[in-house]
């Protein structure tokens, strides 16, 4: 069945049927010219009726230099023939356009030719441009004239599409369409300007004769689309863009940017889903920053990269979303790749892109006639499991989960069915004492990554996916499964595996597994499990340290600058006895009350060849107090090879940190993995630049003595066997298979609540909507030793979990504002109950109050 598939698959794509138009492979593929597309419906559609998505990644450098940075030729090849992108939006700005820049002198041809040059070489791939001016707010009197002009040059181009306006934000729908005027002021005052709507521009473009295809970006700074859903503010169509009559060209696609803290204040199925079956969709900027809070958006907590960027590639193909991953530049956060030699995708963002961009039909030509080659390749080998041709013998250990291969897999081919009752499992317990495993008959020496097809059963909960070694230790993360029921691809670097003892040596992979993380009945299948990787090299051990190293670590150290709080944060490096030989550093600090007590830093010498570092030892000894401190390390950002200071700010309390207690004047070695550190699996080792020390013990002073630092590959002392769980059997029969809640319900998520006396708190309900509706209400809370508690408001979407807001937020769902009396303190049991008729059933929760 597989076989078959994929043999229609191929044929499709060579006879115009596929989801992309295919494209030259031999040596004529630059001179090509793209098939003209136009809208139909939801898709865009090429001149051979063949349905195109456009998948690629911005190009940002000419909003902001008229010449591009570095090598902008070999970027953009590597973009095009080695990533597999089909198109470029690529980033302009009409003040170089006009040579308005103060070194232009008026002379614009430089940067036009440049723009010229850089669509010529994507078209002449059979490839695509989106012209893109790269401005924000509204449509000014510049930018109009910018299209005037461009769209004189390109109009009619098959291979350029054009992006309006980058980010309109601050602006009313009705504004966005038609126009207007706004009060804006700068410094010379207050000022009233006149700005035009997307639909003017689109007439005025129209009326020139130009057909290209036109992108519109929503409100929010290009976010949030639901202006345009039918009967917005009483109108048909909202305030969707239209052809002007009887000079219709080839349609609209309308662009919406997605990063992490947007969904916290305008969840995507609000922002998106709202239009997602009736206009083309354009994610034209997405990407993560590696970092988990945003300050500016109300210490807003994102997921971890590894989840968010699976979550959003899944939402983008689950609805066949067109997309420009932002961005092909190391200056333009998120990067896709870490400098312009190694192209070296980014940990956090670009390798996830790349996975994507890579497994999308083939646009590259073949590999001889790549004008660059690609110098870090995701993988040079993929081995694969997909139960047709290649099997694997799954079994079960503990008496939770079952698993049977048979036709589960993606078009009812073959693959894998993972049952689980856990509804008695114990709190307590670890839920890897039961799980699916297999045994992979593969040297899988040098593998870097896994893949693999997953289809939940419609209930929200996490999966576990495991590795087991030959000598029985276990690396293992998870992912969310969420409400929906469709097949989603999910791309693990091995790096996000996480062990108690030792390294994931490839070398000695044998097994891999699937369980279920989360209580309850339930049900997943899994398909096509890939793992790749490249050449396995045996590394030599090494240490670098100040003793093996003619540069030395420098150290400085600084009070705590966000506070006026008398402390200090001091540091003596000379004639200070070290531990053996090397280099030691005596820091005295003093945290009073309201302050963090300031930091030190260390930079490491440029010179030290750390890339492949696994360790890092030290040796302490403090004051005799009890102390406790932390170890962050840093990365070189951007380009800046300067010191560079850092705050002391929550989202740095997890990423690349580790604490570490001094409880003695003796002399202690301490030893980590890199592994160890919060969120390692993100952090680029040849970028690492500086490590801050921070006391953790607040309101304390006191002294600590670190010496001889050092990197090393040397492992850690391990056992010949570690007995993770018991001997795995073949698995009973799987007689019927159920799900932890009803479909075609809208339930409350039970949970637990524990809150402080004599103070607000706020306790936030979960929904879930396991329907096609969408439902908006309140809800009222009984039990309480307080009566004046107000209703919440609810609003939750078909197919999604509604997640609170935060509470002092103006648009705050589901959350109870509560202030109980300090002589009320308690457990007390609360039922929370739909007052607005939508068929939500009441829950009760235990609520203790302390």
Known sequence: ?????????????????????????????????????????????????????????????????????????????????????????????????????????????????????????????????????????????????????????????????????????????????????????????????????????????????????????????????????????????GYRLEEPKGMEGNGIIYDTHIYPM??????????????????????????????????????????????????????????????????????????????????????????????????????????????????????????????????????????????????????????????????????????????????????????????????????????????????????????????????????????????NTGLLDTDMIESVMFTSLEEGRGSFSVDNITIGGLPYEEKEVFTVSDKTQKDKMTWNAWEDDENSVGDSFTYVSQNVPSHSGGSAVKFYYNCPQNSYGGQARATIPASWDINDATYFTFWAKGDGSKQKFMLRFEEEKGTNKNEQRSNFKKRELERFTIAFDVNSTEWKQYKFRISDLGMSDILHMQRLRFISLFNLTLESSGSVVISDFAFTNEGEELKADYTSHKEPKESPQISTVQTKYPDNVILQIPKEFEIEAGKEEHISIHLMNKTDRHVEGEMSISGLPTDDVKNAKYDCYGGYVSYPHYPWRSYSLTNFALNIPKDKKGVYYVTVKDESGNGIEPMTYKLTVK
Not at 117 to 131: A, F, N, P
């Open 1 to 237: 069945m597989k076989k078959l598939f994929a043999f229609l698959l191929s044929l499709s794509l060579v006879l115009g049927l596929g989801a992309s138009a295919a494209v030259s492979s031999g040596s004529d593929f630059k001179n090509q010219t793209p098939s003209e597309l136009h809208v139909e419906g939801r898709y865009i559609v090429n001149a051979e009726g063949e349905r195109v998505r456009l998948m690629g990644a911005n190009i940002p450098d000419l909003q902001w230099a008229t010449g591009g940075d570095n090598d902008l030729n070999r970027r953009l090849g590597i973009l095009l023939d080695q990533w597999n992108a089909n198109c470029v939006r690529l980033c302009v700005h009409s003040k170089f356009w006009f040579g308005q820049e103060w070194y232009q002198n008026g002379n614009y041809s430089d940067y036009r030719r440049k723009v010229d040059d850089i669509i010529q070489q994507v078209t002449s791939r059979g490839k695509y441009v989106i012209l893109n001016l790269h401005e924000f707010y509204a449509i000014t009197d510049q930018n109009k004239r910018f299209w005037e002009d461009a769209v004189q040059i390109y109009k009619n181009n098959p291979g350029v599409i054009f992006g309006l306006l980058n980010e309109p934000h601050d602006i009313s729908w009705d504004q966005w369409k038609n126009g207007g005027t706004l009060q804006t002021s700068d410094a010379y005052g207050e000022k009233t300007i006149k700005i035009w709507g997307h639909q003017q521009i689109l007439d005025m473009i129209r009326s020139f004769g130009a057909r290209n295809i036109v992108i519109a970006g929503g409100l929010d700074w290009a976010y949030y689309l639901n202006g345009i859903e039918d009967g917005y503010d009483g109108l048909e169509h």
């Open 262 to 499: 947007k969904p916290e204040y305008n969840p995507v199925e609000k922002a998106l889903d709202c239009v997602v079956d009736d206009v083309p969709i354009l994610v034209g900027e997405y990407g993560h920053w590696g970092e988990r809070l945003f300050d500016w958006y109300d210490n807003y907590i994102c997921e971890y990269p590894h989840v968010w960027m699976n979550e959003i590639h899944d939402y983008i193909e689950r609805n066949e979303l067109n997309y420009t991953c932002w961005s092909f530049h190391i200056g333009a956060n998120p990067a896709m790749f870490i400098d312009y030699e190694t192209f070296y995708p980014t940990k956090y963002s670009g390798q996830y892109m790349k996975y994507r961009l890579l497994h999308n039909p083939e646009t590259r030509p073949e590999e001889r006639y790549r004008s660059y080659e690609d110098p870090s390749p995701l993988s040079t080998w993929e081995r694969t499991v997909d139960f047709d041709d290649t099997a694997a013998d799954f079994k079960v250990y503990g008496d939770e989960v079952r698993c049977e291969s048979g036709n589960y897999g993606k078009d009812e081919s073959g693959g894998l069915l993972v049952a689980f009752d856990r509804s008695a499992h114990d709190e307590e317990g670890d839920f890897w004492d039961s799980a699916a495993s297999a045994k992979l008959d593969w040297d899988l020496s040098g593998a870097s990554w896994l893949a693999f097809d997953v289809k939940g059963d419609g209930d929200m909960r996490k999966i576990g996916i495991g590795i087991e070694l030959k000598d029985g230790r276990q690396f293992t993360t998870y992912m969310p499964l969420d409400l929906h029921t469709n097949w989603k691809n999910y791309y693990l670097p091995l790096d996000v595996f996480k062990g």
